[in-house]
Antibody, heavy 116, light 112 residues
């Protein structure tokens, strides 16, 4: 069955960088768009970045444009989120999710804490 | 950005009784092929969201048939025919037609 496993979260200082990974299995990864959704502690859900199946089309929410980069390696069945210039309001659990218009399966999430 | 508005935000329900959650979008979620890109999710504390319903009314695999989705255009409803103890948690609607995908605020269901 579909499995998505995020990794790379941690506690970092403001202004630093982090790269999240999402290892996918149980489906043909190269045929699906993917996206990242975050959830700040005790808050709702916010889709952050989305990437087409071939990596050619990507979009971001305004608050992360120019700081975050979504990418994928279809040979490794892995989705990435490079996060630069991190801010305290980026603190959240980050989930990767399968699909472009849909969000069919989600990983367990990885916690990113930005604090001095 | 498409605004998704859920009600109620808090839903106490007696076991075995029905429940429903409403979700309204600020734009129609129907695409040019007639598909409606509205999904419902359930999230338990400490867990990731699990999708229950997609494209308005299709149930995901393994989701009990007491869950159903209805609506059209901009007004949607999640129905639970008979609430069970395992249904507690937060329910979110989500639109996937427009970027960014946007979610409702969440409805917390608890057992009375």
């Amino acid at each position: 069955q579909v499995r998505l496993v995020e990794s790379g979260g941690g506690v970092v200082q403001p202004g630093t960088s982090l790269r999240l990974s999402c290892a996918a299995s149980g489906f043909t990864f190269s045929q699906y768009g993917m996206h990242w959704v975050r959830q700040a502690p005790g808050k709702g859900l916010e889709a952050v970045a989305i990437l087409s199946y071939d990596g050619n089309t990507k979009s971001y929410i305004d608050s992360v444009k120019g700081r975050f980069t979504i990418s994928r390696d279809n040979s490794k069945n892995t989705l990435y989120l490079q996060m630069n210039s991190l801010r305290p309001d980026d603190t959240a659990v980050y989930y990767c999710a399968k699909g472009y218009y849909d969000s069919g399966s989600w990983g367990q999430g990885t916690l990113v804490t930005v604090s001095s | 950005e498409v605004l998704m508005t859920q009600s109620p935000l808090f839903l106490p329900v007696t076991l075995g009784q029905p429940a429903s959650i409403s979700c309204t979008s600020s734009q129609s979620l129907v695409d040019s092929d007639g598909k409606t890109w509205l999904s419902w999710f359930h999230q338990r504390p400490g867990q990731s969201p699990r999708r229950l319903i997609y494209q308005l009314f299709y149930r995901d695999s393994g989701v009990p048939d007491r869950f159903s989705g209805s609506g059209s255009g901009t007004d949607f409803t999640l129905h639970i025919s008979r609430v069970e103890a395992e249904d507690v948690g937060i329910y979110f609607c989500m639109q996937g037609l427009f970027w960014p995908k946007t979610f409702g605020q969440g409805t917390k269901l608890e057992i009375k």
